[in-house]
């Protein structure tokens, strides 16, 4: 375990830099990133995705949405839910930090040799047993 949390910290805190830059902080990030997949229409499908309380996610998404970054509308199949949305602000900011984490990801990854570059994505996927998306905001 301590190899993978040293192997993704040093990229993981040169993300937030390029996350603030974009206006997003890193769970905004990773719910436009969910968002961006177009399985997670509702609150609870991206804190389910992301592994994170409900409670903390109605939160997350209501910061969101003040911010401009999504909109909820009532969901036609079951009136108790909402249907979280990127705006296209939200759309925006996350290609534009996307864009911007790939860069750094790909400096970082640049320092391994190619054959070893290409399958270190993968690596805590296969290490963990975690689904993709509960581990990964790369898409």
Known sequence: MFLSTSASTRPRSRSWPLLERQGL???????????SRGAAPTRLAP?????VDKTKMV??????????LVSRRPDPDDRRARIT????????????????VRRMED???????PARRAAAPAA?????GEPSTRLSATS
Do not use: H
């Open 25 to 35: 902080g890193m769970w905004a990030y990773v719910v436009l990133t969910e968002l």
């Open 47 to 51: 804190a389910r995705a992301v592994d």
């Open 59 to 68: 939160a997350i998404i209501d910061g969101m949405e003040a911010e401009g």
């Open 85 to 100: 949305e990127p705006t296209a602000e939200g759309r925006k900011r996350w290609r534009g930090a996307r864009a911007a």
């Open 107 to 113: 400096g970082f990854l640049a320092e391994l040799p």
């Open 124 to 128: 805590p996927r296969e290490l963990s």
